[in-house]
């Protein structure tokens, strides 16, 4: 393992204690188990590298992990081990089995976006006073993705949920449940797909998908544009940006 991602791993533990804060809110929530039968995951080409097919799955989580150079075209359990359930308890509460399945749960059946969602519809209006936190954070991103980054008034307006908030940080707590052993790879496989199949309902593309994630957070979290203008180079500017590798739908 090189250098960068050792120091890497540990610079996602302390975005992810930024990213996630508390734990998911889950009064009232509906819960969905995961399968009880096994879901067969896609096969690798060899031990430790993933497919394409996956590798195209892992992209879905790609606005936390491209902050932190994590590969998507090999899974090390074994390296991350460690630093993965420090992050999943420092960060998320996640200490074993069964907090981390409550944990991707939460994610995938309701997350932030239940009531980021209604925030974002009053912001994109008249947002009421208590609101022009959020209005302003919105705003900034807004403004920086048409300036720079090639998208559209229209498209920023059409963006109508901020799940991608929630699925992105999704793989990513998968990824590393698995890691540090609390879930299978295929139980991983599982949540990931889950996640993946919702998030191609709820956006069109990369570009869309992208935007739904920073606005969620600058929604939920209080960031502004600058938070994420790394990410947003590396994702939609870079040569070797996995959205132009790999396909969205």
């Known amino acids: 393992m090189n250098k960068k991602l050792k120091i890497s791993i540990f610079l996602l533990a302390a975005l992810l204690v930024v990213s996630c804060g ?3 809110d889950k009064t009232d929530k509906a819960t969905t188990e995961t399968s009880t039968t096994q879901t067969e995951e896609p096969k690798a080409e060899e031990k430790g590298k993933l497919s394409k097919e996956q590798q195209n799955l892992l992209v879905f989580g790609a606005v936390l992990a491209s902050r932190n150079d994590m590969p998507y075209d ?3 359990p074994a390296e991350y081990k ?3 359930i420090q992050v999943l308890g420092s960060a998320w509460e996640v200490t074993d089995t069964a907090s981390a399945k409550e944990q991707l749960d939460a994610l995938l059946n309701e997350g ?3 009531e980021g969602d209604v925030v974002l519809e009053k912001v994109k209006a008249n947002a009421p006073a208590d609101l022009k936190e959020q209005a302003d954070l919105y705003n900034d991103v807004k403004k920086n993705l048409i300036d720079n980054y090639g998208y559209t008034e229209e498209e920023i307006n059409n963006i109508k949920t901020i799940s991608a908030w929630d699925y992105d940080r999704l793989v990513n707590v998968a990824r590393f449940s698995y ?3 609390y879930i299978t790879e295929a139980e991983m496989w599982d949540y990931v797909n889950k996640a993946v199949d919702s998030a191609k309902k709820d956006y ?4 869309d998908y992208f935007a739904g994630a920073i606005i969620g957070r600058a929604i939920s979290y209080g960031q502004g544009f600058a938070d994420s203008a790394d990410a947003a180079d590396t994702l939609l500017k870079d040569n070797d940006s996995p959205y132009k590798k790999f396909s969205f739908k």
Request: avoid cysteine; charged fraction near 40%.
């Open 179 to 181: 890691y540090a052993g």
């Open 82 to 84: 460690d630093a993965s």
């Open 112 to 114: 932030h976006r239940k």
């Open 74 to 76: 090999e899974l090390t």
């Open 204 to 207: 069109n593309g990369w570009k």
């Open 22 to 24: 508390k734990k998911e």
